[in-house]
């Protein structure tokens, strides 16, 4: 905070300027950043599995909530209760230039910086209109992306203030993993084709061995395709319905203002908008090995499999042994139900207003105020639930009617076949089928200041005179994260759970820094500051 005489700085600062983000059509800023070798690779379009939607920077490893963004110098609102910005949301057609701090960030901004800073600063002073239109595509002419920004400003009331606009949309195309040779199959650890072991056909672990087959324990049996149990275990190959590239939607605007109301006395603002949307999608969803109890006379397994299970009933331990039911870990992958689809939309909306200037000709002040929200909604399709999903599985003959129906009829339950390949009926899958929504809200009031100049001495041995700065920065955040009640009861096999967050929290921070020049351009030192 303290003004330098000299371009050194005391932390290593990496600079990329606007040509080299232009020169590689970056979309979303971190698609440039991750290719630095400061940066470990972090949330963006190449991630599919475990992407939640944002964009995002890790410098040092350290992890996206240990690196602080910024932009011009002030926080960023952040999309979820972890601080986590989404760079998305930052215009790329405004971008002056990135500064990239990875030493001491921390003593200057605290925890939120341990792995350092990445600064965004923007154009301030533009006239004129500027457009940029671009298509890009993949060598096999897929995953196509388009992208369109307008930015145009100008000088107002004689040159004492400017305001420069831009407005951009982007759309990127999806691009699957069986579109490509390299990365059709799952590959096991010995780099051949593999997979997972919750297979269409149904995979199970039974508690005992099963006396028909001699495992069941520690390796399963599966239903073939015919819906006959068998040692001839095959794996599914999930990737063809993954993502190498996920699909991508955002609109963004900003309005950047700045006005001198003196010589010494000027008034700067920033209001940004940007709505960002990204789908992953995942291999059909399963019952992944769940524990589940299976009745040994269901009409929808043959006869020779109820006297397996028979069988294995027989041999169960404690009161599990001839109970009519057999406990397994059943791995069943639920292709009917469709893709697993994870819908991410962020819209963040921050204003910035202060006011900066000079007094007594060498001390530089300045105040600030912010304030931002963001609105996050998830929505994840085609899942399972679970206690829906037991509930079929132990189906029954009604003795009144000879129809297949569930033994216990409440809520509509409807008998699920899942012992075979494409056994479920799109009835059958309605029934066990579910999509949750969680919602999120985040917003971020900070008022903040600083004076900075010099303290009126010089050493003897000293070219400049002892500087400091000193100022206050209040910050209150709060963020709720409000998942349906399905979703919070963990009742969903494929995406888990996740827990209500209504958290909060309020900083008052006071800082001084003083630069102290005791020798400079000395016959054995070139400088020595404190």
Known sequence: RIKRPEPTSNSPIAIVDAADLKMTNTVNPEEFLRDDPRFVAALGSNTNNGNDGGATVNLRNLGEERTLVLVDGKRFTPYDYQGFV?????????????????????????????????????????????????????????????????????????????????????????????????????????????????HPNGTIYTSVDIPAFGIGLDDPVQFDDSGNLTDDVKSFNFNPDNLLLTPQEKYVGTVIGTYKITDQTEFFSRLSFANNRVDTIQAPTGTFFFPYSLNIDNPFLSAQDQAILAELDAVEEGDAQNDGLVDIAFGRRLTELGTRDSLYENTTLQFVAGLRGVIFNDYDWEIFAQKGHTARAQNFINDVDYAESQ?????????????????????????????????????????????????????????????????????????????????????????????????????SVGYGGSSPVDASLKVQELFAEVRVPVVEDAAFAKAIIL
């Open 391 to 491: 509930q079929a599985m132990l189906a029954v003959i009604d003795p009144d009617t000879g129809d297949i129906v569930c033994e216990d009829d409440s809520g509509g339950c409807v008998p699920v076949n899942y012992f075979g390949r494409d056994t479920i009926t799109p009835e059958m899958a309605k029934f066990i089928r579910f999509n949750l929504n969680e919602n999120n809200r985040t917003n971020q009031l900070v008022v903040g200041g600083t004076i900075s100049g010099p303290l009126g001495f010089t050493f003897p041995s000293a070219n400049n005179a002892v500087q400091f700065a000193v100022g206050f920065e209040h910050r209150e955040e709060d963020a709720q994260n409000m998942p349906d009640q399905n979703y919070a009861n963990a009742n």
């Open 86 to 198: 989404d760079l998305a949301m930052i215009p790329t057609a405004l971008i002056e230039r990135v500064e990239v701090v990875t030493g001491g960030a921390s003593a200057v901004y605290g925890s939120d910086a341990i792995g350092g800073v990445v600064n965004f600063v923007m154009k301030k002073d533009f006239s004129g209109v500027e457009f940029d239109l671009s298509r890009s595509a993949s060598f096999e002419s897929d995953a196509q992306r388009d992208d369109f920004s307008i930015t145009f400003g100008g000088n107002i009331d004689d040159g004492k203030g400017n305001i420069v606009a831009s407005l951009a949309y982007s759309k990127q195309e999806a691009l699957y993993q069986g579109a490509r040779k390299y990365s059709e199959f799952s590959l096991d650890n010995m780099l051949q084709p593999g997979g997972s072991g919750t």
